[in-house]
């Protein structure tokens, strides 16, 4: 089973950044397409970035712009650079892999947007 350990959350003021990464246990990391997701406090857990094996990625339209996410396979990392973050950007983030099923979550890595 692969284990998925998320880092680089914190407090930011609005219009900050924050890169955060997930380090994955085991090579398999390299041959999934993987994806940043997040839940506020009250909703249902999202996908905010999703990077394909190959390195194509997309994000939704409330990120689109602002987060950029990328892989180092030889590091088994999966990166999420966050730029011009907003107060609804608050949440704590998980990566995990694309598709069913996916692997145990992580503890997740917290990230608060205020002044």
């Known amino acids: 089973q692969v284990q998925l350990v998320e880092s680089g959350g914190g407090l930011v003021q609005p219009g900050g950044s924050l890169r955060l990464s997930c380090a994955a246990s085991g090579s398999i990391f390299r041959i999934y397409d993987m994806g940043w997701y997040r839940q506020a406090p009250g909703k249902q857990r999202e996908l905010v970035a999703r990077?394909?094996?190959?390195?194509?990625?997309n994000y939704p339209d409330s990120v689109k712009g602002r987060f950029t996410i990328s892989r180092d396979n030889v590091k088994n990392t999966v990166y999420l650079q966050m730029n011009s973050l907003k107060p609804e950007d608050t949440a704590v983030y998980y990566c995990?892999?694309?598709?069913?099923?996916?692997?145990?979550w992580g503890q997740g890595t917290q990230v608060t947007v205020s002044s």
């Open positions: 995990n892999r694309e598709g069913s099923p996916p692997w145990s």
């Open positions: 990077i394909t094996v190959g390195g194509n990625t």
